[in-house]
Nanobody, 123 residues
Framework: QVQLVESGGGLVQPGGSLKLSCAAS????????IGWFRQAPGKEREGVGF???????YYADSVKGRFTISRDTRKNMVYLQMNSLKPEDTAVYYC?????????????????WGQGTRVTVSS
């Protein structure tokens, strides 16, 4: 059974850091582009960034320089390191997988989705 499971969300103060994990089962992440998305209350889901099947990362302007996506093929996991968090980063964060090599920030190409993990940035 193909499954993605996110973890690592929680409550953090502005300026703090969190590291989200995306664990895959039923398939090998190495051959997929993996995207990270988020959805804030009352807002549409938006792409945060992705790592291509060739391990090239790409980030939305809103998180560039603060977020880093990485892949551990031995553990079959992808990570989203989030630094300098802001209240506007508060959202449910999802990872998703696509066989489209470059992924992209739009959700259309992504076939497999996790259930999400909630991140709250607040003092």
């Amino acid at each position: 059974q193909v499954q993605l499971v996110e973890s690592g969300g929680g409550l953090v103060q502005p300026g703090g850091s969190l590291k989200l994990s995306c664990a895959a089962s039923g398939f090998t992440l190495e051959y997929f582009a993996i995207g990270w998305f988020r959805q804030a209350p009352g807002k549409e889901r938006e792409g945060v960034g992705f790592i291509s099947s060739s391990d090239s990362p790409y980030y939305a302007d809103s998180v560039k320089g603060r977020f880093t996506i990485s892949r551990d093929t031995r553990k079959n996991m992808v990570y989203l390191q989030m630094n300098s968090l802001k209240p506007e980063d508060t959202a449910v964060y999802y990872c998703a997988a696509t066989t489209s090599g470059d992924g992209g920030l739009g959700s259309g190409p992504y076939k497999y989705w996790g259930q999400g993990t909630r991140v709250t940035v607040s003092s």
